[in-house]
């Protein structure tokens, strides 16, 4: 009787023990499978620059060791040629360094997610700078950035990292925005939080792909998106850093129309709560 009680005693806890195990094993797969997806993703978004960069290269070098052998060497002909695929050579390697920065400031706000320290941040003065930083941009392609009538309030952020989400935010609103169109942003004052939307009227993002475009590398068209610059991580850095200040992240579009960009953030100057999200 004796043994057999330890048995019944012992047999859940054992049974546990296994089923952590294995929810621990299938745990570090799915890590595992994530790691290897993403790895395989940034290999790809770089041999195709790469390759590039090295056919144009090899090109030129052949067209100057031509023309070293040749007694006159053929001026002019091949000069815009030449200027052309010195401009690929050019804009894939910008984009190349893109890629390598957005990479760094993703793998950054994983090491420190736990050590986010957020302050007292007037959101109005940090989307001033935001606009500053794109109006060229903007005024390029004669879009108007508007900041909507709105009360003004403080919010729990870092600085820096609020100002890289309006920052990729604004970019993709002008990038996928019609020429002349107008981008606004604005905010709704709730009891605890603030809900700030950045908005545009351009190509609008398809149903189907509303809630992967804050996945890393995922593009709704992967070719013009990549052919204009894009790395596919822009809003995958927002999400990142929107959630390691404890908001929340989403998108609301209409194909064709336009799009809603939102984010939350825990609201400071209020008698009502006056703590980030999670902490009551
Ligand atoms: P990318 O560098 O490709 O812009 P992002 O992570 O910033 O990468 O965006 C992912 C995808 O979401 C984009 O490729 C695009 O298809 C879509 N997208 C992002 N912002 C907008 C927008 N304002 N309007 C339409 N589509 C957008």
Excluded at 121 to 140: C, G, K, W, Y
């Amino acid at each position: 009787p004796i043994l057999s009680s330890t048995r019944t005693q012992n047999r859940p806890d054992h049974a546990h023990d296994v089923l952590m195990l294995v929810t621990d094993v299938s745990e570090w797969r799915r890590l595992e499978h994530m790691r290897s997806e993403f790895v395989a993703n940034v290999s790809h978004e770089l041999k195709t620059p790469i390759a590039a960069i090295r056919g144009f290269a090899e090109t030129l070098l052949d067209e100057e060791e031509e023309a070293i052998g040749e007694t006159a060497p053929a001026e002019g002909a091949n000069n815009s040629m030449r200027q052309k695929f010195l401009r690929t050579i050019y804009d894939e390697s910008i984009r190349m360094g893109n890629l390598v920065q957005d990479l760094l400031e993703l793998s950054k706000l994983e090491a420190t997610d736990s050590r986010v320290e957020p302050i007292s941040v007037d959101l109005q003065s940090i989307v001033d700078r935001a606009f500053e930083r794109v109006r060229h941009t903007a005024t390029a392609r004669h879009i108007e950035l508007r900041l909507e009538h709105v009360p003004r309030v403080n919010v729990w952020a870092d600085p820096d990292m609020l100002l890289q989400v309006f920052l990729n935010l604004l970019a993709n609103a002008i990038h996928y925005s019609p020429e002349g169109s107008m981008v606004t942003v604005t905010w709704d004052v709730l009891i605890d939080r603030v809900k700030v939307h950045v908005r545009d009227n351009g190509s609008g993002i398809p149903k189907e792909s509303l809630n992967r475009v804050f996945e890393r590398f995922y593009r709704v068209e992967k070719h013009r998106s990549r052919a204009s610059g894009g790395t596919g991580l822009g809003l995958a850095i927002v999400k990142h850093i929107v959630s390691a200040l404890g908001g929340e992240v989403g998108v609301d579009s209409v194909e064709g129309e336009g799009s809603d960009f939102w984010f939350t953030l825990s609201r400071l100057d209020t008698n009502i709560v006056n703590l980030p999200f999670g902490i009551k």
